[in-house]
């Protein structure tokens, strides 16, 4: 809280568009209408669009192509020309093909002339993109119930704090460490009570995770900094240094680093929580010993998976990076030590490191715990007989 309140940002820093990449003024629009056209003459008197690549056809090899374009007319629906029309002239080999009433987004380029302010970039996705969003709410409900409830309010409570504070006081200058380890900390503290409930059980895994965050902090820390990771190596990274050079690349890295941990690092601690619990009510005479060595052998298994699973999902992330560097017949050690790849390498090794420590530190916290929960003892002392009975003390 204390964090919260002195680093609380005033709001995400105002600057003047590039139109560059995701930095473009946008609007809403639709294709009103789509009509075949010969590539040839239409490549000739059309003039050459300024928008997305996948969209806009104006390279020569495409000048040059004959065969059946498209030419589509766009109506903006959005903003201070909506009414408007222009048209696109869309080659037969773009991935992207444009049809009759679909939704799409457009660019706006002010200063450019008037018949090329307009461009098509990309497809607007908000039905089926929000229909999938309430297929998965109604599933949460439905088999976790009200648990279910709470960790979807836990969930939109992780997207505030995300929105209005770890990503406006990064821009404001704030150093990205710190904002991620505190914002971090208020993600995991809100959603495990909240979902979990409030008790000796949601602690240890509230503990077992900050442990393992601050784990994740120091190695990614020293890692960044000795493999000279800069974390500028893509267009949207280029892009957010140029119009805020202030901000910490690297730290930005590390930050990045920190909250993607702690999803998977929740998963973990919770579920090594709840497996001693569970074993300490099925025999409560077990010592923090015994249960700890049980809850250990079942952490080996999760993190068995847990490490497979991380590996597996940047490799399906980066497979087409991967594809580049065989197309190219890179060597493995030089693709793995590019930056690009070896940022992400760092990112998943670092996160694994402390997934696998959170298992022992999780499961041990949880040990102490809840063996301090054991019924009381009785034994047979000897003492003075009466009526051929001795008395019994509880120990």
């Known amino acids: 809280m ?3 309140a002195v680093l609380w940002p005033d709001g995400i820093p105002s600057h003047t568009r590039t139109g560059v990449g995701f930095d473009r003024q946008t609007q809403q629009a639709t294709v ?3 009509v075949a056209v010969n590539c040839t003459s239409a490549n000739a008197s059309a003039a050459a669009p300024s928008g997305d690549a996948s969209t806009a056809g104006s390279s ?3 000048q040059q192509a004959t065969g059946t ?9 959005t903003g201070k020309d909506k009414g408007r029309t222009f048209t696109e002239i869309v080659q037969p080999d773009q991935s992207r093909q444009l049809h009759q009433n679909e939704k799409v987004v457009v660019a706006y380029e002010p200063s450019a002339p008037r018949d090329l302010q307009y461009s098509v970039t990309d497809v607007n996705r908000t039905f089926p993109m929000a229909l999938l969003a309430g297929i998965f709410a109604i599933a949460v409900v439905v088999v976790g119930r009200m648990r279910g409830v709470m960790a979807l309010i836990a969930l939109a409570v992780s997207f505030l704090v995300l929105s209005l504070f770890i990503l406006p006081a990064i821009l404001q200058g704030s150093n990205p460490l710190l904002v991620a380890v505190i914002g971090s900390s208020a993600i995991m503290l809100i959603a495990l009570y909240m979902c979990h409930g409030l008790s000796a059980r949601t602690s240890v895994a509230v503990l077992g995770t900050l442990v393992s965050l601050s784990l994740i902090g120091v190695l990614g820390s020293l890692f960044i900094g000795w493999a000279a990771l800069t974390g500028n190596t893509d267009d949207s990274t280029g892009l957010i240094h140029g119009l805020y050079p202030h901000i910490d690349m690297s730290g930005l890295l590390l930050a990045g680093v920190i909250i993607g941990s702690l999803g998977v ?5 919770v579920t090594q929580t709840s497996a001693v619990w569970e074993l300490h009510e099925a025999n409560p005479s077990l010592g923090w010993r015994d249960l700890y060595r049980a809850g250990i052998r079942i952490g080996r298994d999760h993190i068995a998976s847990v490490v497979n699973t991380l590996v ?4 399906g992330a980066a497979l087409p990076l991967l594809l580049l560097f065989s197309i190219a017949q890179s060597s493995i050690s030089t693709a793995v030590t590019s930056e690009l790849v070896a940022e992400e390498i760092v990112r998943t090794l670092v996160g694994s490191i402390g997934l696998v420590a959170s298992v022992p530190v999780t ?3 949880a040990a102490l715990v809840v063996s301090a929960d054991r019924p009381i003892a009785t034994t047979a002392v000897a003492g003075p007989a009466r009526g051929g009975r001795g008395r019994r003390r509880k120990r």
Request: net charge neutral.
């Open 2 to 4: 204390v964090g919260l």
């Open 32 to 34: 009103a209408a789509v």
């Open 60 to 62: 020569p090899a495409q």
């Open 69 to 77: 374009c498209k030419k589509a007319t766009i109506r903006v629906d």
């Open 265 to 269: 690092l929740d998963d973990v601690t």
């Open 312 to 315: 597996l999902a940047y490799a």
């Open 363 to 365: 499961t041990a916290l």
